[in-house]
C-alpha cells in the first residue's frame, strides 16, 4: 500500500486509479481514472479519505494516461527511501552517468583487490570511482538479485549472467532503462550496465546527432518514403539505436502520427512517442531460437496492418530475408546491420543470401547510412547513398 497520510492508505487494488497531490497551501486533491470513479471501492475510499481529514478535498477526474503522467511527475519519496542502501549505491552511479552522458558503466571488480567504476563519455572511459572489491561484490548481487525485471535465484559470478534493471529504480534520474552483463575475469567478475536515457519527449534531432544539411534532406526524403528499405551501418556503441528513434520521431511527425509505426527490438531501448514497441522474446543463450523469434517477429508484424516498421538488428540470413520481404509488401523498413561503410552493407547483404536484383532495386534500397562515432558527437563520419 502506498501512504496517503498518517491515518490513510492507498489500498493496492485501486492505487493504480488513485493519485493524491497536496500543494503548498496544504490543499489535498485526489486525482482519479474518470473510467473507475463509479466503482466500489473507489467510493468507499472517498468516504473514508473524507471522514480522516479536517479540510475539504478537491476532486479531479483524468484519464488513466495523464493521472499516471501527474503521478510521474510527483514520485514517491517514501518509495525511494524503502530502497537499501546498496541499491541507493547503484541509482547514485547512475545519477552520475546521466549528469555526464555517459553511455555504460563498468565495474572491474577484484581488479587489484579493488573496484574500480568507469564510465564511457564519447567514446572515452573515465574512471570516476574506487571501492572495495567486497563492495562492489555487493552491488552487483544486489543488482541480478533485487534490481532486475527477471531475476535469477542466485547470483553466480562464476558465469556469464544478464538481465534489465527495472524502470522504477531509475525513474529519479530520468533513464529509460539499463541492461546489466557480466561475465569472470582473470582478476575476478567485470561488469557492465548499458544505460538507456529517456529522451522520449525530446528525441535528438538530426543537427544534434551531426547530420549535415545535405545529408538531413537527403534522409528526410528517405523517411517520405511510403515503402523500401533504409538500414544503418555503424560499431557498437555508435548510436545507431538512439538514430533509429530520431528518424521513427520524424516519420511519425511528418505523418502527423495517422500511421503505424511498429518496433521489434531486443529490447527496446528507449521510448518512441506514439509507436507500438515490441520485444524479441527468445532464449538469449540459444542463438538458432533468438533467430528464429526474429524471424517470427518480423513475419508477425505484417499481420498488424503496419506502415512502417523498425527491425532492431539484421543479425543473420533468415532475418535479412525476412526484413526484405516486408519491405517488398509495401511497407517502410528501417533498420540496422555491422558494416564498415554503405558499400559494406551491400557486400553483408549479399553474404547473407539477398539477391543482386534486389541490392539494385532503387524502388526497394532507399538508403544506407554509415555512421562510425558515437551519435553523441556533433563531427562524424557519415556517407549516405539514395538513388532515384
Not at 32 to 54: C, I, P
Not at 58 to 69: G, H, N, V
Not at 128 to 151: F, K, N, R, W, Y
Not at 279 to 284: E, F, G, P, S, T
Amino acid at each position: 500500500m502506498s501512504t496517503v497520510s498518517s491515518q490513510l492508505t492507498l489500498p493496492a487494488d485501486i492505487a493504480d486509479w488513485l493519485h493524491i497531490h497536496t500543494d503548498e497551501a496544504d490543499q489535498l486533491t485526489l486525482m482519479v481514472a474518470e473510467h473507475h470513479r463509479a466503482d466500489v471501492r473507489v467510493q468507499d475510499f472517498f468516504n473514508r479519505l473524507a471522514r480522516s481529514q479536517a479540510k475539504p478535498i478537491a476532486f479531479e477526474f483524468l484519464p488513466l494516461d495523464r493521472l499516471r503522467e501527474q503521478k510521474e511527475k510527483q514520485p514517491s519519496a517514501a518509495r525511494h527511501q524503502d530502497f537499501s542502501e546498496n541499491q541507493q549505491k547503484v541509482i547514485a552511479y547512475f545519477r552520475k552517468a546521466s549528469k555526464i552522458n555517459a553511455s555504460d558503466i563498468h565495474l572491474e571488480i577484484g581488479k587489484g583487490n579493488l573496484t574500480h567504476v568507469l564510465m564511457r563519455v564519447h567514446g572515452d572511459l573515465i574512471k570516476v570511482d574506487a571501492i572495495s572489491q567486497q563492495e562492489g561484490e555487493a552491488l552487483a548481487s544486489t543488482i541480478v538479485l533485487s534490481m532486475c525485471d527477471v531475476a535469477e535465484s542466485q547470483f553466480n559470478p562464476n558465469r556469464q549472467q544478464d538481465g534489465r534493471l527495472r524502470r522504477d529504480f531509475l525513474h529519479s534520474v530520468n533513464l529509460f532503462g539499463a541492461r546489466y552483463a557480466h561475465t569472470p575475469a582473470v582478476y575476478g567478475l567485470f561488469v557492465v550496465m548499458r544505460i538507456l536515457p529517456d529522451d522520449s519527449a525530446a528525441p535528438p534531432t538530426l543537427d544534434a546527432l551531426g547530420f549535415l544539411p545535405e545529408q538531413q534532406s537527403l534522409l528526410r526524403r528517405m523517411l517520405r518514403r511510403p515503402e523500401g528499405i533504409m538500414i544503418l551501418s555503424g560499431p557498437t556503441g555508435s548510436g545507431k539505436s538512439t538514430t533509429l528513434r530520431t528518424f521513427s520521431a520524424l516519420y511519425l511527425e511528418n505523418t502527423h502520427h495517422r500511421r503505424r509505426l511498429i518496433t521489434l527490438e531486443d529490447p527496446p531501448e528507449g521510448h518512441i512517442e506514439g509507436a507500438v514497441q515490441t520485444a524479441i522474446l527468445a532464449d538469449k543463450n540459444n542463438p538458432a531460437a533468438v533467430s528464429q523469434a526474429w524471424v517470427r517477429a518480423i513475419s508477425a508484424s505484417l499481420r498488424l496492418d503496419p506502415d512502417a516498421l523498425v527491425v532492431g538488428e539484421m543479425r543473420d540470413r533468415d532475418s535479412a530475408q525476412t526484413s526484405f520481404t516486408a519491405a517488398m509488401t509495401g511497407h517502410l523498413l528501417m533498420t540496422t546491420l555491422h558494416a564498415n561503410d554503405p558499400i559494406n552493407i551491400l557486400e553483408r547483404l549479399a553474404d547473407m543470401g539477398i539477391t543482386p536484383s534486389l541490392l539494385t532495386d532503387p524502388q526497394l534500397m532507399i538508403g544506407l547510412i554509415s555512421q562510425q562515432t558515437s551519435c553523441l558527437i556533433s563531427l562524424l563520419h557519415f556517407r549516405s547513398c539514395y538513388r532515384r
